[in-house]
């Protein structure tokens, strides 16, 4: 089956701007997480949808925001980019989010200059 | 909160075992999960702790012990390929429920 896509794969835009990723998940898994991997800090939580709904959230700034649709697929948004938002963003699919294996998309890598 | 300890670099000849370790301290405790990370690559699933005790799979195996806080995953008969980022990472058994993780141990396997 299908796994974890996300797009775009690498982007690049201008302190200020805002960008909105997207994750389409393994088809019947429900959840769908966001992580920021940066090497400084690692793998970050940022925010967990199930069921269009926000279950659970990390500690970041209000400028991280995302959604998730009727199927699943998953948007997440970044407003007023500042140059520390340079990372990449990864998205997990699961079937319920609790105690099941957690499958990676490739990442989307933003720059921000 | 929780916060989880593991080593940040490793090295191991090709052929040998390396046991890499993970240490963890956790307000609520639902299972601890190793993952592997090739350089620009994502993380993919190696395995899954619950209870105490040992999983094998395969060439990897992975323990637990939640008295302790430690978890450790072992590679046996390494390969080149092997060369990767280990990430443990713990789900926490409150309402969050998300997958906290260490920071990584990169993974040398040399000839």
């Known amino acids: 089956k299908a796994g974890v896509t996300q797009t775009p794969r690498y982007l690049i835009k201008t302190r200020g701007q805002q960008v909105t990723l997207s994750c389409s998940p393994i088809s019947g898994h429900r959840s769908v997480s966001w992580y920021q991997q940066t090497p400084g800090q690692g793998l970050q939580f940022l925010f967990e949808y199930f069921s269009e709904t926000q279950r659970n959230k990390g500690n970041f700034p209000g400028r991280f925001s995302g959604r998730q649709f009727s199927n699943s697929r998953s948007e997440m948004n970044v407003s007023t980019l500042e140059l520390g938002d340079s990372a990449l963003y990864l998205c997990?699919?699961?079937?319920?989010?609790?105690?099941?294996?957690?499958?990676f998309g490739q990442g989307t890598r933003l720059t921000v200059v | 909160g929780q916060n989880i300890d593991q080593p940040t670099e490793m090295t191991a000849t090709e052929g040998a075992i390396v046991q890499i370790n993970c240490t963890y301290q956790?307000?609520?405790?639902?299972?601890l999960f190793w993952y592997q990370q090739h350089a620009g690559e994502a993380p993919t699933f190696l395995s899954y702790n619950v209870l105490d005790g040992l999983e094998e799979k395969g060439r990897f195996s992975s323990f637990l012990s939640r008295s302790k806080g430690y978890s450790y995953l072992l590679l046996k008969e390494l390969q080149m390929k092997d060369s990767a980022s280990y990430l443990c990472?713990?789900?926490?058994?409150?309402?969050?429920?998300?997958?906290?993780f260490g920071s990584g141990t990169q993974l040398t396997v040399l000839p």
């Open positions: 956790t307000s609520g405790f639902n299972g």
């Open positions: 990472a713990v789900r926490d058994s409150g309402s969050a429920r998300q997958l906290t």
């Open positions: 997990a699919s699961s079937v319920t989010g609790m105690n099941t294996e957690a499958f």
